[in-house]
């Protein structure tokens, strides 16, 4: 891992400690319990019937950019992102590094959004599958470069008690060794976590150490149409997107002249 994950990764664990404290783990347990017949729309479902696949992130800041939409409202972007054509959303729910919040995608489902959430964060614990879970995620990230095969192997057998599905992120070759866990969606991202560089070959060069039947998602650096097209023709059935919407005054309306072109 790199400088800035491990960085993230260590204030993460003091985070999750104080998180405990506060509101500790039998309590979510038992909020689970009551939310575990619930119906979970699934989003390796919506992605595999896709015709466009996008899923369109809200994503307020970076470590490599800062702020890049402050004052907005999460809630009102997702369902903005519903009507205006995505298929699933992604919400980033750490506070340090990226500004969001759990809040954001219970504010979400509030607001009536009722397509797939993707729980962004850098999870390392179950309890933040119990999160995730109370919060109304449908799926949850999991990223192989924080994680041990084992340790991931556990969290993704905790995710699917919790009838939540889980999209694992790879982004090595190496680290699609994970893929072999059978995650319910294998992604790869084409920002390196340590440096923050992106390189959309990523995904074109490490597509074919995915099995062949995974759905799969490209993360990140997304930008046009044509890279879709491109992705699209080598298997990838998932397009995360999030700077490319949020960077403009109308994230949802940047969506809509988005797939108008595909």
Request: glycine content about 6%.
């Amino acid at each position: 891992m790199g400088d800035i994950l491990d960085e993230i990764v260590a204030h993460k664990q003091k985070e999750i400690e104080k998180f405990k404290e506060e509101l500790p783990l039998v309590f979510l347990e038992s909020r689970v319990e009551i939310l575990h017949r619930s119906e979970v729309v699934s989003m390796k479902l919506a992605l595999t019937n896709a015709t466009t696949g996008v899923i369109a992130e809200v994503k307020r800041k970076s470590p490599s950019k800062g702020w890049i939409a402050r004052d907005v409202s999460p809630e009102k972007i997702a369902y903005s992102y519903q009507k205006n054509g995505a298929t699933a959303l992604s919400i980033l729910t750490d506070s340090e590094y990226f500004g969001g919040s759990n809040a954001h995608i219970r504010m979400a489902r509030q607001e009536k959004v009722y397509i797939p959430i993707l729980y962004k964060n850098f999870i390392i614990d179950e309890y933040q599958l119990y999160q995730a879970k109370v919060c109304g995620a449908s799926a949850v990230l999991l990223i192989a470069a924080c994680l041990s095969k084992e340790k991931c192997r556990d969290l993704i057998n905790k995710a699917h008690e919790l009838n939540l599905e889980v999209l694992l992120e790879m982004h090595t070759e190496e680290e699609t060794e994970y893929a072999e866990l059978e995650p319910d969606m294998c992604g790869i991202n084409n920002r390196n976590l340590g440096t923050f560089i992106t390189d959309v070959n990523n995904s074109l060069n490490l597509i074919e150490r995915l099995p062949a039947e995974a759905v799969k998602v490209s993360e990140s650096g997304i930008s046009d149409i044509d890279t879709i097209r491109q992705l699209k023709a080598v298997g990838y059935q998932g397009f995360l997107i999030g700077e490319t919407f949020m960077k403009e005054p109308d994230p949802g309306l940047a969506l809509h002249q988005f797939l108008s072109q595909l």
